[in-house]
């Protein structure tokens, strides 16, 4: 089933007046949780409307536990995953967590509608069916189940728990050296690590920690950054096309000119 990770700090304006966060809050993350699963597989809002003419995942319910309070400062991570799958709505099940200790746990039954003209279950699309069946032995121009960990800043990898080691990092900054020592600073490594070009900048600084992972074995390369938003990690798996890839991305098959989400396949 398809999988993913969310990660938010909480802020002094997420919590009530008692200093705990105020529950309707958990609702918006596990919200953003799903979006953030989506885009990790390749499709956005944006992307499912125009792909597949449908309006994307509205909500038909949703639920929540509460375990224990969470309060201004604590990281949490929200785990999500597809569970169960009809023809026209799937459910998507969240838990939270605080240093590995069990916040919240929410559903969410969603489904794919299309305006015709009032709004409407539709049939899943293929595609998206494939994507959300339990995982099976690898076919020919199927979507690989990688897990990838999306950061708007790789500078948010130092609040992040740990990180798969088969994992790809995809996120929204330069690729420079001071980039290259978040990942090696992490105390997990991931397999690797997708950056913004910046442009190259002097010297083609925004693209000189790519040479520094290399050397510490994780392959890693960067994408055009007229091909996507810098900041936005979501943006940059859907759009982002590769400029310049390391020793070992190479290797591995990875060659400029390519898409960040063809990555996953490879």
């Keep these: ?13 997420d919590c009530d007046p008692a200093g705990i966060v ?3 809050n958990y609702y918006r993350w596990f919200d953003a949780a799903t979006h953030a699963m989506m885009a990790a597989h390749g499709h956005t809002f944006a992307s499912t409307q125009e792909q597949f003419d449908l309006v994307g995942w509205p909500l038909i319910d949703t639920g929540a536990t509460f375990k224990r309070p969470a309060r201004a400062g604590d990281r949490l991570v929200v785990s999500s995953e597809v569970e169960v799958v009809s023809a026209r709505t799937f459910r998507v099940v969240h838990q939270v967590q605080c240093n590995s200790e069990l916040v919240a746990e ?4 969603r489904f794919f509608g299309r305006a015709d003209p009032v709004l409407k279950a539709h049939p899943i699309p293929a595609e998206m069916l494939a994507l959300f069946a339990p995982a099976s032995a ?3 121009g199927a979507t690989s189940s990688v897990p990838v960990v999306l950061l708007d800043s790789i500078g948010h990898l130092s609040q992040h728990g740990p990180v798969a ?6 996120c929204g900054s330069h690729g420079g050296i001071s980039a290259a020592h978040f990942v090696l600073d992490h105390p997990s490594r991931p397999n690797a690590v997708v950056f913004n070009d910046a442009g190259g900048g002097k010297d083609q600084a925004g693209l000189a920690g790519l040479a520094l992972l290399a050397q510490a074995g ?5 994408y055009e950054h007229t091909s996507a938003r810098i900041g936005d990690a979501a943006d940059a798996l859907a759009h982002g096309r590769i400029s310049a890839v390391n020793d070992l991305a190479q290797e591995l098959g990875w060659r400029p000119g390519q898409f960040v989400r063809e990555f996953l396949v490879r």
Excluded: T
Aim: proline share 6%; glycine share 8%.
């Design 1 to 13: 089933m398809m999988k993913g990770l969310w990660a938010h700090q909480v802020q002094f304006g």
């Design 22 to 24: 105020f529950y309707p």
């Design 106 to 109: 929410g559903f969410e039954l």
């Design 138 to 140: 690898p076919k020919a």
């Design 165 to 170: 080691r088969d994992a790809v990092i995809v």
């Design 218 to 222: 994780i392959a890693a390369a960067c």
